[in-house]
């Protein structure tokens, strides 16, 4: 096997819609994840995240194109990916009348790990994601984000190369999704696991992943480091704090070549500027104008503001 | 083959954990089965006498069986062991293993069809109730000539001879779904699903 876990040529995937049409969920997707990187794997919905691992699990069958998933071609090997796969997809899998314990020594069975083996990995993920005190509680007591930590375990438990998770803090409240992403980043990076990580926590994806996607109507618009996707802007974020913003005034820079975008957010006058604009000459054009300036503040555009500007230049 | 044996055990061992599971106790489905046991076990038995050893109704009860005969010997017994007849003893055992069989090859079957464990269930329920009510209507769609002659054969034939029909027929359709379900079956499917 190469250093990539994850390989994909022109993965296609066309889903019959009514009135006898086709949907095209994933198309024409080619990338590669290597090993031991948590890669994720952002898009708005119905983007075609969940269908593509579906069909790096198997699960599906590609329209056309290929993937290659731990050395194994998805379309002859599925079983043995899956075999060597964890995966927490849209449902938790656990069993709410049992207990956590018991969920975790029943799938430990299933993936027939030894009894000792088995015991000393269930102790070991419940005392990692904090469970261990509550293990003989019925999980259907528990909260949701008690729920998708065992969830998270559950999917770690037979120590696979590589796990999917598809949207693994969704629903959940902002500490819980904490909590569950600083868990699963210390153990992924102790255990190295590959990680692929399906989200519309763009914040998440920027604290967790060493990759990213970004896929828009099944195709692919962007693949890198957070930081190059960043720099792949070639802008520079702006905010203005001060008085006398208004309408006119982001009217007249929106009008202005370097001004990629403006707009007023929570009373400060926010704008992305285009590779070389001169900041000082802005500035100085805002007095002009009439607005007071007290500060300045330049940096570059969070991942947030990337993924939202590459979904506005997709939709022109 | 001994694979798939850890896995029966491995989820018969969840379905015990489940079923006697924390917090449920006597209010939930324990209690629930001591009342079946106990009208099932010691009223019916009590009402019928010696009957119930005897009488080919008894295959209806299969799972009852053992408490059927503590019951059946401690009131009408009086000094004598009363034990099942040859057929009945038969078809207990073996429609009983047949029936199960038959039950869960279709219902390996339609999980792997079914989108959800609710539309599984719901799917399964009505097969169920087609192969209660099928047979019941096409009886009724005989004529009377015809039903007369079933009737006869019964009753010439014997109860161990309807007995070992009726397994015949259980057992060929047990093969026939027994392969389509194994054919079908991936086990690493069922893991993420």
Not at chain 2, 20 to 38: I, K, N, P, Q, Y
Not at chain 2, 93 to 111: E, F, M, N, R, Y
Request: glycine letters at 10%.
């Amino acid at each position: 096997m190469s250093d990539k876990v994850i390989r994909t040529s022109g993965l296609t995937r066309d889903f019959k819609a009514g009135g006898g049409g086709v949907v095209r969920a994933v198309d024409d997707l080619s990338l590669e994840v290597p090993a031991g990187v948590v890669f994720g794997f952002l898009g708005p919905n119905a983007a075609g995240k969940t269908t593509t691992i579906h069909l790096l699990l198997g699960l599906l069958e590609p329209t056309a194109g290929g993937a290659e998933v731990l050395g194994f071609d998805v379309r002859t090997r599925a079983d043995a990916v899956r075999e060597r796969s964890g995966a927490l997809l849209e449902h938790s899998g656990l069993y709410e009348r049992l207990s956590a314990e018991d969920n975790l020594e029943f799938y430990g069975r299933v993936w027939r790990l030894a009894p000792g083996e088995r015991r000393a990995r269930v102790q070991e993920l419940l005392s990692h994601f904090g469970l261990w005190d509550r293990r003989k509680e019925s999980v259907g007591t528990w909260s949701r984000g008690m729920k998708q930590k065992l969830a998270v375990a559950r999917a770690l438990l037979h120590r696979p190369s590589l796990i999917f998770l598809d949207e693994p803090t969704a629903g959940l409240d902002p500490v819980a999704a904490a909590a569950l992403r600083d868990d699963l980043a210390t153990l992924v990076a102790r255990e190295g696991v590959t990680v692929f990580l399906t989200t519309h926590n763009l914040v998440e994806a920027e604290k967790l992943c060493g990759l990213v996607g970004v896929i828009r109507k099944g195709r692919l618009l962007a693949l890198g480091h957070p930081d190059q996707l960043r720099a792949g802007t070639g802008g520079t974020q702006v905010e203005v704090v001060g008085r006398n913003f208004n309408g006119d005034l982001v009217a007249l820079l929106r009008a202005r070549a370097e001004v990629a975008s403006a707009e007023i957010r929570n009373g400060r006058l926010v704008m992305e500027l285009r590779e070389g604009a001169g900041v000082a000459e802005l500035t100085s054009l805002l007095v002009r104008a009439g607005a007071e300036v007290e500060e300045v503040r330049k940096g570059k555009a969070s991942l947030e503001e990337v993924f939202l500007a590459m979904m506005e230049e997709e939709k022109k | 083959m001994p694979d798939a044996l850890a896995d029966v055990w491995t989820v018969a061992w969840k379905e015990f954990k489940e079923f006697f599971a924390h917090g449920s106790g006597m209010r939930g489905g324990t209690l629930g089965v001591l009342l079946l046991m106990a009208v099932i076990s010691i009223f019916l038995p009590l009402q019928a006498g010696k009957a119930w050893v005897q009488s080919p109704m008894l295959l209806m009860y299969w799972a009852w069986v053992p408490l059927l005969l503590v019951t059946v010997n401690i009131t009408h017994g009086h000094g004598q062991l009363l034990l099942y007849s040859p057929p009945v003893a038969i078809g207990i055992v073996g429609l009983s293993l047949l029936g199960a069989t038959l039950a869960a090859s279709a219902g390996v079957l339609v999980s792997l069809r079914a989108a959800t464990v609710k539309q599984a269930q719901q799917i399964l329920s009505m097969a169920m109730m087609l192969v209660a009510i099928v047979p019941l209507l096409g009886l009724q769609a005989l004529s009377k000539q015809w039903q007369g002659r079933l009737a006869q054969w019964i009753a010439s034939a014997g109860l161990m001879r309807v007995v070992l029909t009726a397994m015949a027929v259980l057992a060929v359709l047990d093969a026939l779904l027994l392969a389509a379900a194994m054919a079908r079956f991936k086990r690493a499917r069922l893991i993420l699903d």
